[in-house]
């Protein structure tokens, strides 16, 4: 090899195109979640704080851990019901691999665990993956829904600020789009049977296609979008039980406002565990909607991050034991069923 010359790899000689690094995105959202503890903790005051610790009432917290772990388990039976025209889950290996995936999640940038569980799905009861991904659309996009109507109500009754407005819109746009597209998939079956180009993504396409009409033209299609109000609304009782546990004394309202906002600002992918954005929403949301002091608004938020983390990196944890594989693995297991 001459000096100055560099390995190509074929793929890029053919397109005439560079690849990113992989680790770019990677860096990318780091530094956006370091940014984001910044802003929020810069002028915390911790040594006049963390001593308030003593005086948290305990018995709201385990009240807010035990309602957080149930969330995945009715999340696991409404993935149950959604898949029941293509697959016939026992709801023990859904909640298991729904934990797999958040673990993933806390651990990986970049939401690797959606992918993961979807693939654990495929490779425990042998459905097609692009069928279990079509499972996972549909259940982002009822939630994105139920969220905008959510909010409406929510904007009818409260000033909220700029940001959270701004963020309705995209979410707003993104569903609309997304919807728009599942309307077709599932009004137009034949467009499925239609996509024959060469392109490796074809047929992977046309299963994702076919996964969407059979699961929303189904009857347990509208039993899912009822089961998403059980999902949501078990939401919302950790974060009262956790602003009840710091003496915050807001309405049971004042808690479903703030899971509005959290889901509307971590929506799009980011570092592990939503870091640093999880912060920054749970601060706008109590303290520039709902007046909480700035001070305690940071240190209730911070403890809500750890309440919702670290069960779920231990009930992950044991999953991933029970699967006898390491999360890496899984994760490059995925990425091989995706592409």
């Known amino acids: 090899m001459g000096i100055g010359t560099a390995k190509v790899d074929p793929r890029q000689r053919q397109s005439g195109v560079r690849r990113l690094p992989n680790w770019l995105g990677t860096v990318a959202?780091?530094?956006?979640?370091?940014?984001?503890?910044?802003?929020?903790?810069?002028?915390?005051?911790?040594?006049?704080?963390?001593?308030?610790?003593?005086?948290?009432?305990?018995?709201?917290?385990?009240?807010?851990?035990?309602?957080?772990?149930?969330?995945?388990?009715?999340?696991?039976?409404?993935?149950?019901?959604?898949?029941?025209?293509?697959a016939r889950l026992p709801l023990w290996k859904s909640v298991q691999a729904i934990y797999i995936g958040l673990f993933a999640n806390e651990i990986l940038p970049l939401r690797a665990g959606e992918l993961i569980r979807c693939y654990l799905i495929t490779a425990w009861d042998r459905v097609h993956f692009p069928l279990v991904l079509s499972s996972a659309l549909i259940e982002r996009l009822?939630?994105?829904?139920?969220?905008?109507?959510?909010?409406?109500?929510?904007?009818?009754?409260?000033?909220?600020?700029?940001?959270?407005?701004?963020?309705?819109?995209?979410?707003?746009?993104?569903?609309?789009?997304?919807?728009?597209?599942?309307?077709?998939?599932?009004?137009?079956?034949?467009?499925?049977?239609?996509?024959?180009?060469?392109?490796?993504?074809?047929?992977?396409?046309?299963?994702?296609?076919?996964?969407?009409?059979?699961?929303?033209?189904?009857?347990?299609?509208?039993?899912?979008?009822?089961?998403?109000l059980v999902y949501l609304g078990l939401q919302v009782v950790p974060i009262h039980a956790m602003l009840r546990g710091y003496d915050v004394n807001l309405p049971w309202g004042a808690a479903a406002v703030v899971l509005v906002v959290l889901r509307l600002g971590t929506i799009v992918p980011a570092a592990p565990g939503n870091l640093g954005l999880f912060h920054v929403c749970g601060y706008l949301a109590l303290h520039k909607v709902f007046g909480v002091d700035s001070q305690t608004a940071?240190?209730?938020?911070?403890?809500?991050?750890?309440?919702?983390?670290?069960?779920?990196?231990?009930?992950?944890?044991?999953?991933?034991?029970?699967?006898?594989?390491?999360?890496?693995?899984?994760?490059?297991?995925?990425?091989?069923?995706?592409g």
């Open 29 to 86: 959202v780091s530094a956006l979640s370091l940014a984001c503890l910044l802003w929020v903790y810069h002028d915390f005051n911790w040594r006049a704080e963390l001593p308030k610790l003593a005086r948290v009432h305990w018995a709201w917290v385990a009240l807010a851990v035990s309602c957080d772990m149930l969330v995945y388990v009715s999340q696991a039976w409404r993935w149950n019901i959604l898949l029941r025209p293509v």
């Open 298 to 338: 940071k240190m209730v938020t911070g403890a809500m991050f750890f309440v919702v983390t670290v069960p779920l990196l231990i009930a992950g944890a044991v999953a991933v034991i029970f699967t006898g594989t390491e999360i890496r693995e899984l994760q490059r297991q995925a990425r091989e069923q995706r």
């Open 142 to 228: 009822i939630d994105g829904v139920w969220l905008i109507l959510c909010f409406g109500v929510t904007a009818h009754f409260l000033d909220l600020p700029r940001q959270v407005d701004a963020g309705v819109w995209v979410l707003t746009s993104v569903v609309s789009v997304v919807g728009a597209l599942v309307l077709f998939a599932v009004t137009n079956r034949k467009f499925a049977r239609h996509v024959t180009t060469r392109h490796r993504w074809a047929e992977p396409v046309r299963m994702v296609v076919e996964g969407l009409h059979l699961m929303g033209r189904s009857r347990s299609f509208l039993a899912a979008v009822a089961a998403s």
